[in-house]
């Protein structure tokens, strides 16, 4: 569904959406958490738990998977990240992912290494049972309060 989302938005913008996101994000400022010049880390605006974090490329010409030797090495953008959530949170356990695009061959409008992490909660009856994720914290909120941690 993402795939197919990031292909229609860039069908329809002739954008890709995470450059959008990136763009946005960084003009906007209200949930970075940190940036250096190859990445920026911010909490997404509509965050599916509390304390989601996103590290992506700073460059769009990082964004699309392409040659061999254009690949990302998004861990670069992981210990800022990490850092802030284990200071903010008491050492909480993480969820962290990779989030890459499919290992077919084909070029796919979607980052290659994007990490993604958040703390770790308790899921309640209602995402259980719902499968949709609450998140007590607003992303404004939650960045702001990471940065201060950095």
């Known amino acids: 569904m993402e795939l197919d989302g990031a292909e229609i938005y860039h069908r329809n913008m002739k954008q890709c959406v995470y450059c959008a996101m990136i763009e946005h994000e960084v003009s906007d400022r209200k ?67 990779i989030h890459t695009s499919p290992c077919d061959g084909k070029d796919y409008l979607i980052i290659t290494g994007m990490s993604r992490f958040c703390a770790y909660l308790d899921l309640a009856g209602f995402e259980l049972e719902t499968g949709i994720e609450i998140s007590s914290i607003q992303p404004e909120v939650a960045a702001e309060y990471l940065r201060k941690m950095l």
């Open 31 to 97: 949930r970075i958490v940190f940036e250096n010049e190859d990445f920026v880390a911010f909490c997404p605006f509509a965050s599916r738990l509390a304390f989601e974090v996103w590290v992506l490329p700073e460059s769009t010409s990082l964004i699309l998977n392409g040659p061999p030797g254009r690949e990302i090495k998004a861990g670069r953008g992981f210990p800022e990240g990490m850092k802030a959530i284990f200071q903010a949170l008491n050492d909480r356990r993480i969820i962290f992912y």
